[in-house]
């Protein structure tokens, strides 16, 4: 039985645990007149409270807003330079350009994902993106959220779903409530670089929005899966979202790998597949690579942690 949870489109959340379905029945999404279909854990939180091991869990404080956010100019540095020193462009575009640009980002599934501005404890400010699972709950890169060379969890990120340069369709919220897990926190390991933003109780941006559904498929499904991959670049500026579908290049326990263009500011964007019109994330994207770039995968623990976190946002 591999699991899965239903997102919708912004009317009523129906939510499930089924098997899934024929791998052959994915498909690439349809921008415009563009059909690429016809082309071949343990949690951690920004709790004060804290205990060491793999295996402990801390508590988070209340979503609560800091200062307002500066000029999106200032909001220009992939997340992950807040973790790694790496060279300035962090993720990579695989031959030639491919992705193109989503301008009907108030649709969904589009304006489910989301622009992130986010302040570092340091004061430094980084972009990255994130997609909701529930009307509080959104999903990123743990890089996003926890920085180990810029003071551990970021001081705030403002989330902006569906922008689209100065267009902001569902307005925003600011976030001061976050989680990972002690892979990422303690021990800053690839495979376990995901986190949440829990909204405050009053911005139930997902309501509004939609949200995506999630899911723990096989190994031999997501081999033969068209994946969807959709996030704002920073070489677009980073208020401007763009998209790229391709198979996967191959799978392992915790990493899919894919080569579908992306650019630092896309850390943390939802890798789905799209079955008999329900959109389901396996991945969420955090690397870049000439051999790849990839994605946590959504195994069974990664699975279990997000449904949690959902269930904190609904």
């Not at 462009?89 to 501005?117: F, M, Q």
């Not at 670089?193 to 499904?221: E, H, K, M, Q």
Request: hydrophobic share 30%; with cysteine.
């Amino acid at each position: 039985m591999a699991k899965q949870k239903s997102g919708h489109v912004g009317e009523e959340d129906t939510t499930g645990i089924v098997e899934h379905g024929d791998q052959t029945m994915t498909e690439y999404e349809r921008i415009g007149e563009i059909d690429p279909n016809q082309c071949p854990d343990t949690e951690s939180s920004n709790s004060r409270s804290e205990e060491s091991g793999d295996d402990t869990e801390y508590e988070g404080c209340a979503g609560l807003e800091h200062d307002a956010p500066s000029a999106e100019s200032d909001f220009v540095t992939d997340a992950i330079h807040g973790s790694y020193d790496l060279p300035s462009v962090p993720e990579v575009l695989i031959g030639a350009d491919n992705r193109i640009r989503i301008r009907a980002t108030a649709s969904y599934p589009w304006r489910a994902i989301c622009a992130l501005k986010i302040t570092a404890a340091s004061g430094r400010r980084f972009i990255g993106t994130g997609w909701f699972v529930s009307a509080r709950t959104v999903i990123t890169a743990g890089h996003c959220i926890f920085m180990h060379n810029e003071g551990g969890w970021v001081r705030s990120v403002e989330v902006i779903p569906g922008m689209d340069d100065a267009t902001r369709p569902f307005g925003s919220a600011t976030g001061t409530a976050f989680r990972s897990v002690t892979g990422w926190t303690q021990s800053r390991q690839r495979e376990n670089d995901y986190g949440t933003i829990i909204l405050p109780a009053n911005a139930r941006l997902g309501d509004r929005t939609g949200t995506f559904g999630f899911a723990n498929r096989n190994d031999s499904f997501l081999r033969a899966a068209r994946l969807n991959l959709s996030g704002y670049p920073g070489d677009k500026g980073g208020n401007q979202q763009w998209f790229m579908a391709e198979r996967t290049k191959s799978v392992s326990s915790r990493v899919i790998v894919y080569d579908i263009d992306t650019m630092g500011g896309q850390s943390g964007s939802p890798v789905w597949v799209l079955q008999d019109g329900k959109r389901f994330a396996v991945g969420i994207h955090t690397n870049g690579h000439q051999s790849g770039n990839s994605a946590t995968r959504i195994e069974a623990s990664v699975y279990n942690r997000i449904d949690a976190w959902r269930a904190l946002g609904t």
